[in-house]
C-alpha cells in the first residue's frame, strides 16, 4: 500500500530460517518500490486468535487516510494446515509514516468459519466499498470446488457473510490470495478498488494450491446481487489466462494514488532443495513490481515493469538492423549480462517458412499445452523461429538459459505463437527443478514483428513477450555462468532469417538499500 508517502510492502517471513513456519508479516518501506528499508514485523504470533501463525491478507486504506490490515490467523494446529479465521490489526500511530507499530484489538477475529472448511478459508482481499458496506473475500475450497466467500461490514469490525459466493468453480480446488479490483476500458490508469464508474470492468484472479499456478479472468461485479460473472469469452479455470506463465505465485495487486496506477506484486519461489536454500540462508524473493492494465481489446491484462526500475540503468548496449540467419549467434559483450536488463524487437520479411502446428498437440493437458509444446520443441531447428535470447549462458553452452519465440501455422490457416522461457539446460546442478515454462501470445503476427524484454538477475528471469502481453518468470541456478563467467547470445535457429530492428542491453546496477 501507498501511506504518507512511502510504499509499504508486507510479506510472509519466517525469521528463524529458509523453510516454511514460525509465519509472522515482515515489513518494509520505500520511497520508489526499488530501495527498501527493513523494518521490525508488523504482526507476530502473539494472541489466542494467531497463536500459531500470521498468514496471508491485505491491506485497506479507510477514508480519513487510516490503514488496515487483514489477516488469517491459526488458532490451532490441526486439522492441517492449520484452523483457520480471519484478523484486524491497525496502526499506534498513524502520524508515523513508516507505521512501525501494529496492534491487534481483542476483539478479533473479526471472521469465523461456521459451515466452511477450517482448515481451508484464508487470504482475506482489500475491502472496497458500495451500498453503505465495506466488502470483502475470502479464499476457500468445499471438496475440489474453489469457493470466494463474500463478507460485509458497515465498521469493519463486525462482519456477516452473504447468503450466496461471490464467485466459485468446480475442479479447481483450493483458491489462495484471492484479489478483486477494476480496471479501466479506456488506457493505462490504475483506479481505486471502490471505482465502479467510467468504463469498468473487473479482475477476478486466484493463486491455485492445486496446480501452483494462478488464473485470472475479467468481468462483471453485480453490485445489488455482490455476485462476481466471469466474460463468457474467458476459460474459468486452471486453464485460465494467467499473469505469468512461470514460477509467479500468491500476487497481490495495490493502487497507487500518487501515480494513478495498479501495481502488481508476485512471488517466486526457489527451484532447489531446501538443502541448498537452507545453506544459502534464504528462499523465495518479491519480483520486480509490475503496473497492470486492460489490453485495449478487454481480452486480457497488460503488464509492465514499473519505470523507476530504469533508475538503476548503468552502461547501455545500442544496435540496430542486424540479421540473424539460421544457426547463427551473436554475442552480446560490454554489459555485466548475469544482472542487465534487455529489450528487443524482432522482424522478419515472410510467414511462410512458420511450422506446422501439430494436430496431436490437442491431445496434451490443455491447461499446460504451452510448456508441453516448449518441452517437445525447445530450440531444435524450425521454421520461423525458435529466435531469442540465450541468458545466464556459460562458455561452450554448458549451461543456458533461453527466451525465444516460435510461430506456428495451424490446419485452418491461422499463426500461433509459442513464447518460451526454457531453464531445462539452465544448470548442471541435478537436483534443480528446470521447467519449459511456457505461454502463447495473442498478437497479430501478420506486421511480422515481435519484442522481448528479459530482466536478468542472477537466479531469476522475468520475460515480457509484446509489451507485456505474455509474461514469463524462470529461476534458475547456474553452476558455471555465475557473475563475470556468464554470457549473453542474440540467436536464431529458424530457417528464416530474423533481423534485429531494434537492441538496447543495459548493465544494470543495485539499489541502494535493499533488504
Known sequence: MYYKGYYHLFYQ?????????????????????????????????????????????????????????????????????????????????????????????????????????????????????NNGRWKMIVGSKHNHRGIAYLYRSRDFVKWTKAKHTFHDKPDTGMWECPDFYPVSTCGTNGLETSALVGGVKHVFKVSLDATRFEYYTIGTYNTIKDKYYPGTTFVDGWAGLRYDYGNFYAS??????????????????????????????????????????????GKQLMQWPIHELENLRGDRLHQTDVTLNKGEMLEVN?????????????????????????????????????????????????????????????????????????????????HKILMCSDATHSSLNKKVYKPPFAGFVDVDIRKKKLSLRILIDHSVVESFGEGGMTVITSRVYPTLAVGRNAHLYLFNNGTESITLEKFNAWSMNSPHVMN
Open 13 to 129: 517471513y519466517n525469521p528463524k530460517g529458509a523453510v516454511w513456519g514460525n509465519i509472522v508479516w515482515a515489513h518494509s518501506v520505500s520511497k520508489d518500490m526499488i530501495n527498501w528499508i527493513s523494518l521490525k514485523p508488523a504482526i507476530i504470533p502473539s494472541k489466542p486468535f494467531d497463536k500459531y501463525g500470521c498468514w496471508s491478507g491485505s491491506a485497506t486504506i479507510l477514508p480519513g487516510n487510516k490503514p488496515v490490515i487483514l489477516y488469517t490467523g491459526i488458532i490451532a494446529k490441526k486439522p492441517k494446515p492449520g484452523y483457520q479465521v480471519q484478523n484486524y490489526a491497525i496502526p499506534a500511530n498513524y502520524s508515523d509514516p513508516f507505521l512501525k507499530e501494529w496492534i491487534k484489538p481483542d476483539d478479533n477475529p473479526i471472521v469465523k468459519p461456521t459451515h466452511e472448511n477450517v482448515s481451508s478459508f484464508r487470504d482475506p482481499t482489500t475491502a472496497w466499498f
Open 252 to 297: 497481490k495487486t495495490f493502487f497507487d494514488p500518487g501515480q494513478n496506477r495498479r501495481i502488481l506484486w508476485g512471488w517466486a519461489n526457489e527451484s532447489s532443495t531446501a538443502l541448498e536454500d537452507t545453506t544459502k540462508g534464504w528462499a523465495g524473493i518479491q519480483l520486480i513490481p509490475r503496473m497492470v492494465w486492460l489490453h485495449p481489446s
Open 334 to 414: 560490454g554489459i555485466t549480462v548475469a544482472q542487465a536488463d534487455v529489450e528487443v524487437t524482432f522482424t522478419f520479411s515472410s510467414l511462410d517458412e512458420a511450422e506446422t502446428f501439430d494436430p496431436e498437440w490437442s491431445k496434451l493437458p490443455f491447461e499446460n499445452l504451452a510448456m508441453e509444446i516448449c518441452g517437445i520443441k525447445g530450440t531444435k531447428q524450425g521454421g520461423l523461429g525458435p529466435f531469442g535470447v540465450l541468458t545466464l549462458a556459460s562458455k561452450k553452452l554448458e549451461e543456458y538459459t533461453p527466451v525465444f519465440f516460435r510461430v506456428f501455422k495451424t490446419l485452418d490457416n491461422k
